[in-house]
């Protein structure tokens, strides 16, 4: 399984980009997928986590109310709508998926089984 994530980008603060990652290869039957981020000098941290359902989400706290995780599982794909983007949102996006035949997952990094390459995100101030 590969997952190639996308739509990264440079925008003002305050404006809006949409990631998306997409799994291919022989994809598990169910898997949680979310998104992971690290800022330049920083650990690599939790930002978003969807459910194999779609119906249970989980953000921390930095992004509640701004970014919007989605699937469509007919496509093996997860967006992140990022919106009112601001400086501190600057940093490498990666996408994740959790274990196999898992619905959920959390945020600590041990939830996840696989890693995609990473998409810039830039917000200026």
């Known amino acids: 399984v590969q997952l190639q994530a996308c739509g990264g980008g440079l925008v003002q603060a305050g404006g809006s980009l949409r990631l998306s990652c997409t799994a291919s290869?022989?994809?598990?039957?169910?898997?949680?997928m979310g998104w992971f981020r690290q800022a330049p000098g920083k650990e690599r941290e939790f930002a978003a986590v969807?459910?194999?359902?779609?119906?249970?989400?989980y953000y921390t706290d930095s992004v509640k109310g701004r970014f919007t995780i989605s699937r469509d599982n007919a496509k093996n794909t997860a967006y992140l709508q990022m919106n009112n983007l601001r400086p501190e949102d600057t940093a490498v996006y990666y996408c994740?998926?959790?274990?196999?035949?898992?619905?959920?997952?959390?945020?600590?990094?041990?939830?996840?089984?696989?890693w995609g390459r990473g998409t810039l995100v830039t917000v200026s101030s």
């Open positions: 994740v998926i959790g274990k196999y035949g898992t619905e959920v997952a959390g945020s600590s990094r041990l939830d996840y089984k696989l």
């Open positions: 290869g022989h994809t598990p039957s169910t898997y949680a």
């Open positions: 969807i459910s194999w359902s779609g119906g249970i989400t």
